[in-house]
């Protein structure tokens, strides 16, 4: 039988740790949306690391799978630092403020992609409600106003096929040559929009 000294369980674990790459951990960060999974802060609030869900010593690996996005203070914990340990040297420190700002970068590309899908889903939708208003319409138009704010709302509470379906129903329930006004059908479709919303939920902060 095996007998360990004191504190040897824990050398031999960090020694069969596999160390996590670079690319592995910006996918983890990249597939959480670069928000600590424990609190929820994004860079550059925070700096991120990856947290291993199936502990190593439990025989969890450095995969993809088994990280988890977690900021420096959760995975940590704040008063986990000795007050004899040794100061950082300034290859540390660059190395973290290096690292700091490869993930506000990569945060931030994130962040315009996810505004770049928006848009288009803003501009397919709003194109989807005014070739519903006039089908006669050929080139393709863009909302304005208070009407695009809306519709950017929507696109992130609802799924895209909702919001079309909505425009279905408020253009079958109440098409303008009915009740004499676009606007009324838009209002009765915005009122659809938020009971939808309302029933699944979602938080209308944002």
Known sequence: MAVFLPGQGDVMGKANRQPVSKKDRFEAFKRDGFACQYCGRTPPAVTLEVD?????????????????????DCNRGKAS???????????????????????????????????FDEDNAVNDL??????????????PMTLGGEYAQSMRMFVRKLSPVEIKDAIQIAFHRKHPAKCGSAR???????GICWSMIREKGVDYGR
């Open 184 to 190: 009324v059908t838009w209002k009765y479709f915005c």
């Open 126 to 139: 709003g194109w989807a409600w005014l070739k519903a208003e006039n089908p006669r319409r050929r080139k």
């Open 52 to 72: 291993h869900m199936l502990p190593v010593s439990a025989g969890g690996g450095s995969s993809v799978d088994n990280l988890l996005t977690s900021c420096f």
């Open 81 to 115: 630092a000795l007050l004899t340990s040794v100061p950082d040297s300034v290859t540390g420190k660059m190395e973290v403020v290096s690292e700091r700002r490869e993930q506000l970068e990569a945060y931030n590309k994130l962040l315009l992609k996810l505004r």
